[in-house]
């Protein structure tokens, strides 16, 4: 007798794909792309292995994904639907049923399929912000910090 069920590995990469689906949807500009995929890769290197992260397609240096909680713009008081979405609807459903680690996982794979299919974009985000950070740090005569933001640039150019 054979089985019609689909793999757990299988599945759950199925799902992440869905949620990735639903992800590129709800984000509709630039700032709440850079925004969620910022405080996403935050979430994720508390929530799942370092190592892990190692399989994205870029690194986000400290500055960028720690900046946002020093800078929240205007997400704090309107939400990011990225962040809203896998926070919100996501992760509660899947901790119904199922492993916390699991889920975790599910959600770091939908995270990955998203930044690989945008990863263009995302770079782009990435750029105009650090452009935008870097030159109000250097007008306001903090180049140590305008000098971090520099870096990312520079890391894109390559």
């Known amino acids: 007798m054979q089985s019609d069920a689909v793999p757990i590995p299988e599945a759950l990469s199925n799902l992440g794909m869905h949620f990735a689906n639903v992800l590129a949807k709800s984000i509709t500009n630039q700032s709440e792309q850079w925004y969620f995929v910022t405080h996403m890769y935050d979430q994720l290197l508390t929530e799942i292995s370092e190592g892990w992260l190692q399989l994205f397609p870029f690194r986000l240096f400290e500055i960028e994904y720690r900046w946002g909680k020093i800078e929240p713009f205007v997400f704090e008081v309107r939400g990011n639907p990225g962040l809203d979405y896998i926070n919100k609807q996501v992760l509660p459903s899947l ?64």
Do not use: M
Request: hydrophobic letters at 40%; charged letters at 30%.
């Open 95 to 158: 901790l119904e049923k199922l492993d916390a680690d699991l889920v975790n996982l599910t959600i770091a794979h939908a995270y990955w399929q998203y930044c690989i299919h945008y990863l263009p974009y995302i770079h782009d985000a990435r750029r105009v912000f650090a452009e935008h950070f870097r030159e109000n740090f250097r007008r306001d005569g903090h180049n140590d910090i305008a000098d971090r933001w520099d870096e990312v640039l520079r890391s894109l150019r390559s």
